[in-house]
Every structure is written in structure tokens, then in C-alpha cells.
């Protein structure tokens, strides 16, 4: 090797550690110039890697939406009927027939059973007869003291005689009066044959099927079937008491009307739904609280037009809880959770991150309400979460309002 050789071998050996050498030495006949290119070339895209830093993450930050909203307690609900029967046998005897679809809509008045009505036809026809019987004595009674009214002008007949028919007479009307009350006892019983539905709403399944003796109300009458009406329904829920309290202060300072007294609105969300399916009014407030729950039982009044809501089912009930007030709100994948405290992450004026306690109030119409902790002119990442750290810059991307139409609190109209 040459002079000129070695001095080259001694420069590139300076700029490689040990290890490098020796493996670029035990190549043997790799050429100088070759390896020079090759450290050179790593040399470049050292530096390379130094100067091109990569920029800040991108994120998306919205201001929050300000709008009015209104506070609502949820509870838990169950359906029950404004009005419920049972459907009894008012005679006893046999049944002749079942008038109705088991499960069908009946209407107050449509005939739902028959009950042989024979036996107290006639019972009636003996009655009526009793009746006629009656009405002839006391004309005939009539007629005698008329007589005696006109003979005793003339001392014909004694006074004592005119007394006697007069009597006779009180004693035709009152049998006439008795013998008309079991002629109407009698026609209630043929009545009674013919069981018809006392409400309107939708029938269980027959209990009694024809041939059968049923007992009538003297005898502890036989169930035959129920109603339910079902248009409108009440729902029943139960209030707690710090629930209860806190309305009773708002409605004394003025800022919530009692449901005493007022029928506040209401909203309710069925099983499986996600948001209110049904809108009603309350309409009853219990008189004390429950002392072994320490909940007030509540009820709502929901209209049931298509009839879907069946007594028995479950609900979730929504009651307004206050007056309507300003509130920032912004979407809930916008909040992060710092062990026991709920945070935002805000981009400050200088693209740097910073994270901001809050506290949360209820959803409304899909956004969160945020009660302390934001500013209206504040720039909340709502999207790209992950890619944010506290302190670091990013680069912030403005979205829509994060309710679609619905400015930003911080916009200018």
C-alpha cells in the first residue's frame, strides 16, 4: 500500500468508531473510495434526520356551542292503566255464549258474555203480574173511598167508614210500589244476563267458556275476563328525596314551577330506545314521602294514540329540573378522564396544549353541558385526542360548531 493509501486509511479511521473499522477493514478488497462514499452517505442522512424535525400533530378544536337549555331528572317508570276492571258475573247461571276476540279492542257497552236469561224472564213475567194485581187493588181501593167521601155528606156512612178506605187505599199503593220495585229487580237480572264491557280498551282472554255455571255477586262472583283502557296511560315513578328538595327551593325562589299545581312537561325514553319516544304532563304528586325508600311516588299522564304502550312495561321518565339557562356545551368524545376528575385538552394561542378541569353537567341533544372549567372563546380538541400532550405544540385544524347549526359561542354573528 502507498503512502498516499495509508493516509487515507488513517482519515476514514478517525471518523469511524473501533467497530466500524474493523468490519470495513476485514473487507480486504473493498476500494477506498468506495468506503468514503458510503460514510459520507451515512454522514448525510445523520444530519438530514437532525434538521428535518416532523412537524406538530395535526388536531381539530372547536369552540363550544352556547345556547339555552333546561336541566331534566331521569327516573324509572312503570305504565299502569287509568282504568282497569274486572269483569264479574252479576247473575249466576250458565253461560250461553263468549261475544268477543280474546285480545281485541272492546268499546263501553259492546256485549262480551250471555248468560242464559231465562230463568229470570220469568221470574220478571211473575213480577209484572204481581204488579197489575197490585194496580187493580188500589184503583178498586179508589173507587170505595170515593164512594164513602160522597156517602158520609149525607150520613150515609160514618166517618169511621171513610177512615177504613182511606187506609185501604195507602195499603193498594204500597203493595203497588212493592210489587213495581220487583218488577224492576227482576228486568236488572235479565239485564245482567247480557255482560257488556263497563270501559273502553283492550280485553284479556275469556275465563269462562259457554256451558259453564258461574256465580253471580250473591254468591262471590265468578271473574269471566278484564279491561285495560289504554289511551291515555299513566306512568308511576318514584322521586328521591334530595331530588324532591332541591325542586321544592327552586319553585319557592320562583324558578320552577310546582308539579303540584302545574302540569310540567315530561319525556319518555321506552326499552330499547336511546332518546324520548313519548311526551306527557305530570299529573299527580303523592301527599308524603315513602319511609322505607325516602322516594315520592309521582305520576305522568302519556298520550297512546297508536296504542304500542301496554300496562306493566318500563320507562325512563325525564321531568324538567330547572329553569332555562346559558350553557356552553361541546361533544362528549371531547372529554378525557384524569383519575376521579374530568378534563379538556384546550390549544392555547401558542398551537401548545393544556389541560383543563371541568365539571359536566346533562346531555342535550347530543352535546354535554359544561358547567365550570371552559370560556366561550376557548378552542377545544374534539378530535385527535391521542396524538395530544400536555405542553406540546400541534396543529390545530378549526371544525364546524360541533352542533352542526349552531354557531360557536365564540363566533361572531
Not at 503512502?3 to 478488497?29: P, Q, V, Y
Not at 434526520?49 to 412537524?55: D, I, L, Q, T, W
Not at 252479576?90 to 279492542?105: H, M
Not at 299545581?261 to 324520548?276: R, S, Y
Request: charged share 25%.
Amino acid at each position: 500500500m502507498s503512502t498516499t493509501d495509508r493516509t487515507e486509511h488513517s482519515a476514514l479511521a478517525t471518523r469511524l468508531d473501533r467497530g466500524s473499522f474493523r468490519r470495513l477493514a476485514r473487507c480486504g478488497g473493498v476500494p477506498i473510495g468506495m468506503l468514503l462514499a458510503l460514510l459520507l452517505g451515512g454522514c448525510d442522512e445523520k444530519a438530514q434526520s437532525r434538521v428535518a424535525a416532523p412537524p406538530p400533530p395535526p388536531v381539530t378544536v372547536a369552540q363550544p356551542v352556547k345556547r339555552t337549555v333546561t336541566d331534566w331528572d331521569e327516573f324509572t317508570g312503570r305504565f299502569e292503566a287509568i282504568e282497569e276492571v274486572q269483569v264479574r258475573a252479576r247473575v249466576g247461571g250458565f253461560v250461553n255464549s263468549v261475544e268477543f276476540k280474546d285480545g281485541a279492542i272492546v268499546h263501553a257497552g259492546d256485549l262480551l258474555y250471555v248468560i242464559d236469561p231465562r230463568p229470570f224472564e220469568a221470574v220478571a213475567l211473575q213480577a209484572q203480574g204481581l204488579l197489575d194485581d197490585a194496580r187493580a187493588k188500589a184503583e178498586l181501593a179508589k173507587r170505595d173511598l170515593d164512594r164513602g167521601l160522597n156517602l158520609v155528606q149525607t150520613s150515609a156512612v160514618s166517618e169511621q167508614v171513610v177512615d177504613q178506605r182511606r187506609q185501604a187505599l195507602q195499603a193498594a199503593h204500597a203493595a203497588e210500589t212493592q210489587a213495581d220495585g220487583a218488577l224492576k229487580a227482576a228486568q236488572l237480572n235479565v239485564e245482567f244476563t247480557h255482560v257488556l264491557a263497563p270501559i273502553t280498551g283492550r280485553v284479556s282472554r275469556h275465563l269462562v267458556t259457554p256451558g259453564n255455571l258461574v256465580q253471580g255477586s250473591e254468591g262471590g262472583a265468578t271473574r269471566l275476563t278484564s279491561i285495560v283502557s289504554l289511551d291515555p296511560i299513566y306512568i308511576y315513578f318514584d322521586v328521591d328525596e334530595a331530588t324532591y328538595q332541591r325542586n321544592s327551593k327552586l319553585w319557592f325562589e320562583g324558578r320552577r314551577p310546582s308539579s303540584r299545581d302545574t302540569p310540567n312537561p315530561v319525556q319518555v325514553t321506552l326499552t330499547g330506545e336511546t332518546k324520548p319516544s313519548h311526551e306527557g304532563k305530570m299529573d299527580f304528586l303523592d301527599n308524603r314521602l315513602d319511609v322505607s325508600t325516602a322516594t315520592l311516588r309521582s305520576r305522568a299522564v302519556i298520550p297512546n294514540k297508536d296504542l304500542s304502550i301496554l300496562p306493566g312495561q318500563f320507562g325512563r321518565v325525564r321531568i324538567i329540573g330547572s329553569a332555562p339557562y346559558e350553557a356552553l356545551l361541546i361533544p362528549d368524545a371531547a372529554i378525557a378522564a384524569d383519575q376521579s376528575r374530568k378534563i379538556v385538552f384546550v390549544v392555547k394561542d401558542d398551537s401548545t396544549v393544556e389541560a383543563r378541569p371541568v365539571v359536566l353537567g346533562p346531555l342535550d341533544e347530543g352535546l354535554r353541558v359544561i358547567r365550570e372549567g371552559l370560556k366561550a372563546e376557548d378552542h377545544v380538541i374534539v378530535n385527535g385526542l391521542q396524538r395530544a400532550r400536555i405542553g406540546a405544540k400541534v396543529t390545530p385544524k378549526v371544525a364546524q360548531s360541533p352542533a352542526g347549526d349552531k354557531a360557536p359561542a365564540g363566533a361572531t354573528p
